[in-house]
């Protein structure tokens, strides 16, 4: 940092702004030397990679502005720049003279800090600094997410460019190329850490083993692999006997044996619905356990959002693999449940028996539940643990009403403690229909079929003149839940029309009033209106008001009791006077 006794350094220190605007920078610079005047007493490390930050200042020491005079101005005693601080919206292209006066005044740096879009420029600098750099973070700053990927020249030769004293590495979003491309070796590296793409929005420039490559010391190794899809952790973990703390965050990982590891602690993260769908799923997973992890490792696995099929349970033949279960089964987000069996399916009955009792997806709130009443349904062992399973979920999805029919299915959805809705999972081409069945949670004793009262469902669609298809969709799930919910009072419809030919909330509630819908179980082929298959049930279609939507339309039983409307003056007591 520019030493407080020359007035001219503290005049030009702020030479480029977070922005990369000279005007401002210059504004800034000189508020910022008169604020920092009580804090020249802070060394000049703790003032620029503590202080500064915190302060919000947007200052980088030194300067690197084309203002001629600032290379006279600024110390040419690289002492004076032990560490440097850069954060930038936009790119900086040095000139072939400040190529020329920088790296030398940067040769004493140990700490850098560089928030910027990759440029050559830059990447000179960084190796400018090469030889007395300790820590070294490189990012690139939001505004850059959706931007044109910029790719950094590649360092023809054998030659490589070292970095003998750097043992702490941060590199993120575009810059994770730059050891590849520019052939650095970081032999002294003891803690790594790389994000590749998920912040930056974007798949980094492939690359991430080329930090790894010399880096014989490293005790500490974090990864972000973000959307990448390139490979095994081994091809990010090469034999690194040294490694003692992993930390690993990725869609998509292929675990394995990644060399002669004995790690301390590890924090894994398995993002964006990975699924524990096969056995080979766990497998990879317990094989990496056992293999790589010191006895009596640290293991925390609680940032995951992964997908449990439960099938997969039953298609054990032993339990090698029972701990790793346990653990995925423990950190699960979501469940896939099958209640019923493939033809081609084979259970272990004393395998299951063994495993069944010890698991407990305690994270899960949500389980998705399908199930075939013709095949062989789901184990007794797995039927009958299913309180203890899934003691915490809250939603339960369904594929049609009609699912609530099969007895298997009301014996898993009854037995869930905690479950507050069941959701009708639409087929692909029907999400624009949204249908919650609310489960009361006064009469838990009852079945599942007799707990819903009330039902919301939500419809977006295109409305053309002429077209039913959304309305037969409509009336044929509205007719579903009336014959299969017994104690059924309310369906509450909001709808949302885009589109031309319909003339407002009346037409849409006539169209439905007056659709052409089959019987129910009956062979009675013979279509009735809507309002009178309604009648026959016992309900009847009410308008409500729009509210926020195009149309709304409540059906419900008939002779249910609506509470009376309350005037405003019924809240105040007829004997209140008026002073």
């Keep these: 940092m520019a030493k407080p006794h020359c007035p001219r350094q503290e005049k030009d220190v702020d030479g480029m702004s977070a922005h990369g605007d000279d005007a401002d920078a210059s504004q800034q610079g000189g ?179 080329s930090w790894l490559s010399f880096a014989s010391r490293l005790r500490s190794f974090e990864l972000d692999d973000g959307e990448d899809d390139s490979g095994t952790l081994r091809s990010y973990v090469p034999d690194l006997t040294t490694l003692k703390t992993l930390r690993l965050t990725s869609r998509r990982p292929c675990f394995g044996r990644a060399g002669a590891m004995q790690l301390e602690e590890i924090d894994v993260a398995l993002l964006g619905g990975w699924r524990v769908q096969y056995t080979q799923s766990d497998e990879g997973i317990d094989e990496f356990r056992k293999s790589c992890l010191a006895p009596g490792a640290k293991e925390d696995w609680s940032r995951s959002d992964l997908r449990f099929d439960v099938h997969v349970l039953w298609q054990r033949d032993d339990d090698a693999a029972a701990d790793t279960t346990k653990l995925l089964a423990s950190v699960a987000t979501q469940v896939y449940f099958d209640t019923s069996l493939s033809s081609a399916t084979e259970t272990h009955s004393s395998t299951l ?137 309310r369906i509450v419809v909001d709808i949302t029309v885009g589109g031309e030919g319909w003339e407002g909330q009346e037409d849409i509630v006539a169209t439905l009033q007056q659709d052409l819908t089959s019987r129910p179980d009956t062979n009675d082929f013979t279509e009735v209106p809507f309002h009178l298959l309604l009648r026959e049930s016992g309900f009847e279609m009410v308008e409500l008001p729009r509210l926020a939507f195009d149309c709304r339309v409540e059906v419900r039983r008939l002779g249910l009791p609506i509470p009376s409307q309350k005037r405003i003056t019924d809240y105040f007591s007829a004997r209140q006077t008026v002073r």
Aim: aromatic letters at 6%; glycine letters at 4%.
């Design 353 to 489: 028996s063994r495993l069944i009792p010890s698991l407990v997806f305690s994270r899960a709130r949500y389980v998705m539940v399908v199930g075939d009443p013709a095949r062989p349904r789901a184990p007794e062992i797995v039927l009958s643990h299913v309180p203890r399973l899934f003691p915490c979920v809250t939603r339960a999805e369904v594929m049609m009403v009609n699912d609530l029919g099969d007895a298997v299915m009301q014996r898993v959805l009854g037995h869930l403690p905690m479950l507050e809705a069941v959701v009708l999972n639409w087929l692909e081409g029907h999400e624009d229909i949204e249908m919650c069945m609310w489960v009361d949670q006064t009469e838990k004793e009852r079945p599942i079929v007799e707990r819903i009262r009330h039902i919301t469902a939500r419809l977006r669609f295109h409305f053309e003149q002429g077209d039913r298809e959304r309305f037969i969709e409509v009336t044929s799930v509205i007719r579903d839940a009336i014959r299969q919910l017994p104690r059924l009072e």
């Design 31 to 209: 508020q910022q030397s008169s604020a920092s005047l009580p804090l020249w007493v802070v060394p000049p490390d703790t003032l620029s990679t503590i202080l500064l930050p915190l302060l919000a200042t947007r200052c980088i020491v030194g300067t690197l502005s084309l203002v001629r005079k600032a290379f006279h101005a600024i110390a040419a005693d690289p002492s004076n720049h032990h560490t440097v601080f850069i954060h930038s919206h936009k790119p900086i292209h040095l000139t072939h003279t400040q190529l020329g006066v920088w790296p030398p005044r940067l040769s004493q740096t140990k700490r850098a800090v560089l928030i910027c879009p990759v440029t050559e420029s830059v990447t000179s600098l960084i190796e400018g600094m090469r030889r007395t750099l300790a820590y070294l973070h490189l990012d690139e700053p939001a505004s850059q997410l959706h931007r044109t990927p910029r790719l950094l020249s590649m360092r023809q030769g054998a030659s490589l460019v070292e970095f003998p004293a750097l043992e702490e590495m941060r590199v993120g979003g575009e810059w994770v190329q730059a050891a590849r491309r520019k052939r650095w070796a970081l032999s002294s590296l003891v803690s790594l850490s790389i994000r590749n793409g998920p912040l930056s929005g974007r798949r980094g420039d492939l690359g991430v083993s």
